[in-house]
């Protein structure tokens, strides 16, 4: 067991924390720099953990349908170089 208070929460908590933490886009600070979403940080690393599975199994179907074959993570990349 661990002695992360934040694994104590509710499943349907911790779900919806991952849900707001799926999507590819990233805010970024004054510097340019890319920051997590914030409800990242209220993710136990178990929950982190379960988190990354959920993004890679996205990007996996975000790649599926779209017809250039990108992920939404690549489409983001392609926006700020090109």
Not at 35 to 46: E, G, Q, T
Not at 53 to 81: K, N, P
Request: aromatic fraction near 4%.
């Amino acid at each position: 067991m661990s002695d992360d208070p934040r694994d104590g929460m509710t499943p349907s908590d911790r779900d919806a924390l991952i849900e707001a933490s799926i999507t590819p886009h990233r805010e970024r600070d004054p510097e340019g720099n890319l920051v997590p979403p914030p409800a990242w940080w209220d993710l136990s690393p178990a929950a982190r953990e379960e988190l990354f599975r959920r993004q890679a199994a996205s990007r996996v179907l975000e790649r599926a349908i779209d017809e250039a074959g990108w992920s939404g993570t690549v489409r983001a990349v392609m926006g700020r170089i090109g």
